[in-house]
DNA sequence: TGTACATCAGTGAACGCGCGTTCACTGATGTAC
DNA sequence: TGTACATCAGTGAACGCGCGTTCACTGATGTAC
């Protein structure tokens, strides 16, 4: 489809995914032109040969970093559903597990960010809020038949709230408990196998 | 009690309370020491009488944002139980209100904070890991007789959740319509009345 | 295929602003007698 | 009760650092012939 890309789109897409990372890992106010720059290799003079402003950066960054986290949600889902497992089991498992606790860098925008979404400036905002609706189909499609817009804002509602105190509690066993009990409330209520 | 408090002691506790609602509406990078003294009528070169840094400023405008939000809290439970209703009930309505989606400075202060907690320095997590905690008791405490510390777990993240993605969408109707939800969800999960 | 030149991605120094922090000073509060 | 002095809360100017942004320049890529 696409023809190979340019050095430019190359390390255009280099800066956006460093930046994607970044993002999570560090929240919209931690992450920096300079430091951003470095990490993708450059120096942070050649920035605005790319982007209007740091915050097009971001913008771009977090459309790329719901994209990827989507992707690697349905990867996980498909692998769960392939051992038997139903849509939304499998999608419980993989939001609610240890490995999305700790990665938080790889993992949903949404858990990442949700608290500062509120206060973001439109140019932000408006991508944020893509991410949550975003957020809210995925667990949309994975209900069984019959499944509302209803259940799947709550339990999108609670899967992001879950990690974000399991992961403010720490790993080390409260964060795990917090993780546990979610999926046995999600699962006994929703997918009562 | 207390004897009445010195003219230091009142200035120290207006700056923290100014504080306590500056961290709440701008999150904890959002909140500044000229700002914050300027909002509580002085200059900021006395700052540093009253502080030893902005992050101490932080820690006890955490704790403070948190046991004023829970006197609320605790306030408008006991209204809603004196209209007759259980105390989980009450504590939902109360939390997934329209008055606290639009009311974040002076709302729950995990709900403000909670996806930026996990990034903070030991100075500013301990506080906010005491306030994860302390939320989480409050939803135990409302619960009926053998409700467990699980259930509480869940129904705190759910409530947080709820709350940040509906500010996130924005007031009008969308964000209404999560909230609405999460109280149906909740209800009739844990209280079938 | 090879050379000359134009285009363009990236470099690195510099600017300007915001903000946390420091400090010498002032004006008010309060205590000693 | 009144005066003299010490203590102390608050002022405002200044410092220094981080960071977003700008810009003149360089070295590499690629095109014309």
Redesign the pocket.
């Known amino acids: 489809m696409d023809s190979k890309p ?3 789109e190359t ?1 255009h897409e280099r800066i956006v995914e460093v930046a994607a990372r970044a993002l999570r890992r560090n929240g919209y106010n931690g ?5 951003v ?1 470095q990490q993708a ?10 982007f209007a ?3 097009a950066l971001l913008a771009e960054a977090i459309e790329r970093a719901g994209r990827d986290s989507a992707a690697e949600m349905d990867r996980r889902i498909q692998a769960s559903q392939a051992r038997g497992h139903s849509a939304l089991r499998a999608l419980v498992n993989a939001y609610l597990s240890e490995a999305h606790l700790q990665g938080v860098e790889g993992g949903c925008v949404v858990a990442a960010l949700s608290s500062e979404m509120p206060r973001q400036s439109p140019t932000l905002l408006a991508p944020s809020t893509d991410r949550v609706r975003g957020l809210v189909e995925m667990v949309q499609r994975a209900l069984p038949e019959g499944g509302t817009p209803e259940q799947a804002m709550v339990i999108a509602a609670t899967l992001v709230g879950t990690l974000q105190l399991a992961r403010t509690l720490g790993t080390p066993t409260q964060g795990k408990a917090m993780l546990a009990a979610a999926r046995n409330a999600l699962l006994s209520q929703y997918d009562p196998t």
Chains 1, 2 share one sequence.
């Open positions: 340019s050095r430019r390390t992450i920096g032109v300079a430091d720059m290799g450059l120096t942070h003079g050649g920035f605005y040969a790319h402003s740091r915050d």
